[in-house]
């Protein structure tokens, strides 16, 4: 029997994927939340809120870049988000070295360059399924 919380997150995940289009999202379905920015030191640490579809992620890197306020690109970063089991929801928390949070204007999900999920899904269609939203005032987007 599923309790309440995994109810919940099976019909988010469903909602999700009925809301997406094209064939990679029905396959991947990850949701990419920035949640969070706030400065460490000299570093902006990033916190992030993954949702994941249906589909065990095997392997799940992201390309992201931060411009600045200006709109001039400030840094690039690889994060590596897997693995990533059916159905899951984590928090990822990374720093931007040698940038404060007041540096960071926008985030980019510039790629997925490694992606493969159970089931023998992967490619560069990946980025496809991968959705992206912010809570925190800074714009994420791809």
Do not use: Y
Request: net charge positive; proline share 5%.
């Amino acid at each position: 029997m599923h309790s309440v919380r995994q109810t919940a997150r099976l019909l988010s995940a469903l909602a999700w994927l009925a809301g997406s289009t094209g064939v990679a999202a029905a396959e991947a379905g990850v949701s990419l939340d920035l949640n969070r920015l706030e400065t460490q030191g000299g570093a902006c640490r990033v916190t992030l809120v993954v949702v994941n579809g249906p589909a065990a992620a095997e392997e799940l890197k992201t390309d992201l870049v931060m411009f600045g306020p200006d709109g001039v690109v400030a840094k690039r970063l690889a994060v590596d988000l897997a693995p990533l089991a059916a159905g899951k929801t984590i928090v990822k928390m990374f720093d931007i070295p040698g940038t404060p949070c007041a540096g960071v204007g926008s985030i980019l999900l510039n790629d997925a360059p490694a992606c493969r999920f159970a089931g023998g899904r992967s490619g560069a269609a990946c980025l496809e399924g991968i959705a992206v939203s912010s809570h925190a005032p800074t714009r994420f987007f791809k």
